[in-house]
Each structure stands twice: as C-alpha cells, then as structure tokens.
C-alpha cells in the first residue's frame, strides 16, 4: 500500500494535520502537493502543540523525509522561519526536499494579493493574505519565478523584470502603491540561495524512486475539496487543485500509483472566507443563550490557525461529503472532533437542499443555485457523555454510534476513523488506514 493521498473533504481545518500525523509512524516519505502557507494545521503532542504552514505535518515525525512538491507555491522567508522554529523545538529537519519546479511566492504577490482584495470591497474573498493567488496566476501566465531560477542570477532578474513590468503600473495607477524594484525583490531572494540549495531536488523522481522500492508515500493536501480551483465553490475558492487529482500533477507521481485517497470530514462544516455555506448556523449578534453556531466555535475552538479569523460554522452536510467522496476517489472517510457535539440534545444533518421549491440531492452545479440552496435537515438524537476517552467504537454511547453510522450511509463511503479530541492519540480506528497490500 504505497501511496496514499490526504484530502479535506469540506472547506478546509477537518484535523488533516492530525490525521496524518496518525499515521506517520509508518510511512517513508510525505509530500505536500499544493496550496502555500495559506493553510495552517494544528497538530497536538503531548503537551506540545505545533502549528505548521508551509511544511507537510508528516514533518513531525522522526524518520520521514519531507517534501515540499512542484504543485505548492513557497514563501522562502516563512519556510525558513517554520524550519528554524521546529528545529529550535528539537525537531529533525534536515531531511526536507524541495521541488526545483515549485514556485516561489515574492512580495509584490503579498502586495497583489492584498491590494486586489481591497479593491474587490464587498465582493471580496476572504483570502488569507499570504500572495497565493497572484502566485498561481503568474505561474499559469508563465511569467513566474521558479525555485531553480534562484540559482541563475541573471536569469532571475530577467524573469523579476518581466514579472514587476506590468505589476508596477497596476500598483502605481491604478492602485495608488509605491512600485516595488527589481533589485529589492532578488536581492531578497538570492539571500536565501545558500540555505535553499541543498534541499532542491528533482522531486518526482524521488518520490518514483521511493514507491519503486516499495516505500509508503504519502501526499498531504492544504485546503480542501471545496477550496478546490476547479471543482470548490469558484470563485470563493484558493487557487490550487487540492483534490486528489492534485496529488499526481502537484508531486508528478502518475495518478495510477495511487492506492488510496483518505478523506478527512468534521463532524460539523466550518469556513473561513466567503463564499456559499448551505448549513452555516448565523445566530442573532451576542445571542443569549449562545446560539448553536457560537457553541460549535467555542467548544469546537473554531479560528484559523493562520489568520486567527473566527470560523463560519454549521451542521453536517452530506451532500459535501458524498461530492468529496466521487471528486476525489475517497476510500475511507475519518470523521474528527465528533467529541465537539457531546452534550447536545439533538443533532441536525443536511440531507438534501431545496432549491426554488425542488429537493436535490447532489451540489447543484449552478453556482447560483448553491448560494440559494436551503438545507434540509434530518434530526439525530444526542449523547452528554465526555467522549474523550473512547478508543474502541464500543466505547462510544450508542446515540454517537448511531450518529457515526448514519453519516457513514449518507456519505457512501466508510468512516474508518473517529476523532474524540485534539489529543494525538483522542480517536477511535475502526478500520486500518494503511493496510500492507490492496
Ligand atoms: P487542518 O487544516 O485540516 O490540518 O486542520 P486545523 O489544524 O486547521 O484544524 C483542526 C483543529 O482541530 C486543530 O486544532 C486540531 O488540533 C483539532 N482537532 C483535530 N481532530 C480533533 C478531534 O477529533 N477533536 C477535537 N476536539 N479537536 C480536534
Ligand atoms: P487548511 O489547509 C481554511 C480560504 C481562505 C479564502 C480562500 C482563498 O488549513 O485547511 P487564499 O489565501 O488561499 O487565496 O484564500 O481559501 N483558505 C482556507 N480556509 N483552511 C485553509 O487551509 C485555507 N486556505 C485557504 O480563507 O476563503
Ligand atoms: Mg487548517
């Protein structure tokens, strides 16, 4: 079972960290496929909490070799702060590969990246600030700086200089910013030159070579299916592919090597950013008592780990679910924070949306019609027993049981996993994740 790929089955923060942290004991390799340091995952040990960004999570764990693939764009100044940070925590970094085709996030995309949100004003989307949309653009525009080009120092300033010609006299006319020089820009990247150049390797064939001799590899999404470029709500999406597809063209492993695709779902829906959210719970402002979206945030402790912004939250929504199931090929679904719905009398899951006085059943492919979709909700009992404890899926009072196995009906597809708390080992493994052969 050698290569396995991580998604987020909803709209990003479903405990991804964790769930590759789960398993990361027994794999060889992990490799982040796309997305930048827009993403952000909290993975708890002990009593040590580690809040990662660029770096796969599978970082964590001694032994694994950590690669960052040509699908991901990298911000060298975060990169190097994340290493320097988790090595000063005694973490083992020397091992991280970088892809020499990865692209390379500069200021004047964090400059683009926020000034166009400014200007966008109410139609906004919520991004995280970090450049990563105007770093995918270029890239698809083929006027992008790669990792290799900092090896090659007039090839460098040719790029820059081709890249800042347009972008200074957007900044400068139209959006009222000082223009950014060439020089500033690769003399700040060619600062990093000397640290980067022993990590930069021809990925894909690294990863080749590990499945090849039957090493485990496995590919950690950032983001989720929703936030997909292609298949997430367009345009309130992040600009990578991160569904599994994006495994095979973010690392350059051939899609039919892979044998997996583990999907990661809460037990609720939350999202960061705008964009169309069918079962977002909007309670009244300063509602008393809380309301049911604020209790999910609070006990669930729902803000970004990279903006700290407050999550939207909301109840469950099948029809995500079971879209992230047939998008991305998942063969098994881990279900986190299950722990956060303790103590709640009943439990609302979406099971279908009304959409101009019609039940549909699949995510209308209509953007319109998804942001006047109207939840239909079935109600399952709840339980007020901690839950945290459990590590057997007896263990779980029998309404949690129910709960679990409904989800796993409407979803389609196997919830091999259960997550009861934040702590590394809160969760209950119905199924192994990783079997030997398959
Ligand atoms: P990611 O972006 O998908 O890796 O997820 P984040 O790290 O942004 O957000 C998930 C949060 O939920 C983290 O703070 C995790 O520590 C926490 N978490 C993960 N699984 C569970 C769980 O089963 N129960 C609880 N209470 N917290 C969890
Ligand atoms: P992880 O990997 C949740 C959201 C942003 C915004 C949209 C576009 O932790 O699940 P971007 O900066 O990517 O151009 O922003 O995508 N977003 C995330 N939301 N979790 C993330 O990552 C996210 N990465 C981006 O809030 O709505
Ligand atoms: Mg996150």
Redesign the pocket.
Known sequence: MPAVVIV?AQW?????????DLISSRIDVVVKFNGGNN??????VGDE?Y?LHLLP?GILTPGVTPVIGNGVVVDLGVLFNELTALSARGVDVSRLLVSANAHVITKYHVTMDRVTERFLGKRQIGTTGRGIGPTYADKINRVGIRIQDLFDESILRQKVEAALEVKNHLLVKIYNRRAITVDEVVEELLSYTDRLRPMVADTALVLHEALQDGRTVLFEA?Q?TMLDVDHGTYPFVTSSSATSGGAATGSGVAPNRIDRVIG?AKAYVTRVGAGPFPTELLDPDGAEPEGPGARLRR???EF??TTGRPRRTGWYDALVTRYASRINGITDLVL?????LSGLERIPVCVAYEVDGQRVEEIPVNQTDFHHARPIYEEFPGWSEDI?GAREFDDLPPNARSYVEALEAMSGTRISA?????DRD??VVRHDLLPDAG
């Open positions: 987020g990003g923060d479903e405990g991804k960290g964790k769930a590759t993403a952000g995952h909290t993975v708890v909490k809040a999570s950032g989720a990661i006990i669930g402790f970004g780990t986190t924070k299950l722990d956060v945290s259960v997550g009861v708390g934040a809160a969760i």
